[in-house]
C-alpha cells in the first residue's frame, strides 16, 4: 500500500493513518462514513501533518510550527 501525499511504500505494521467523508448522526453521536466513501491512506508521517493542519485551522488562535517544505508539499498535492 502507499500514501496518497508522498508516495511512500506502507509496510506491513507501520502506522498507517485513514480518513473517509461521511454524516454524523445526531441521536446516536456517531460517524457514519458514506457507502462511496473510500479510504485516504496516508503514511504516519503525512498523517501527523495533516492532522496538525486540521487541528490549527480548529484552533485558528494557536500557532503550529510547519516545516515550510511540508506545507509547500501538502498544498501541492491538493
Not at 502507499?2 to 456517531?30: F, Q
Not at 485516504?40 to 487541528?55: E, N, P, R
Not at 480548529?58 to 503550529?64: A, E, F, R, V, W
Request: proline letters at 4%.
Amino acid at each position: 500500500m502507499k500514501c496518497e501525499l508522498c508516495n511512500k511504500t506502507i509496510r506491513p505494521g507501520e502506522i498507517a493513518h485513514g480518513i473517509r467523508y461521511g454524516t454524523a448522526d445526531g441521536e446516536t453521536d456517531v460517524f457514519l462514513p458514506a457507502r462511496d466513501s473510500a479510504w485516504s491512506v496516508t503514511c504516519s508521517f503525512c498523517g501527523d501533518m495533516v492532522l496538525k493542519l486540521i487541528y490549527a485551522k480548529l484552533k485558528s488562535k494557536t500557532s503550529i510550527s510547519i516545516n515550510p517544505a511540508l506545507y509547500k508539499t501538502f498544498t501541492q498535492t491538493r
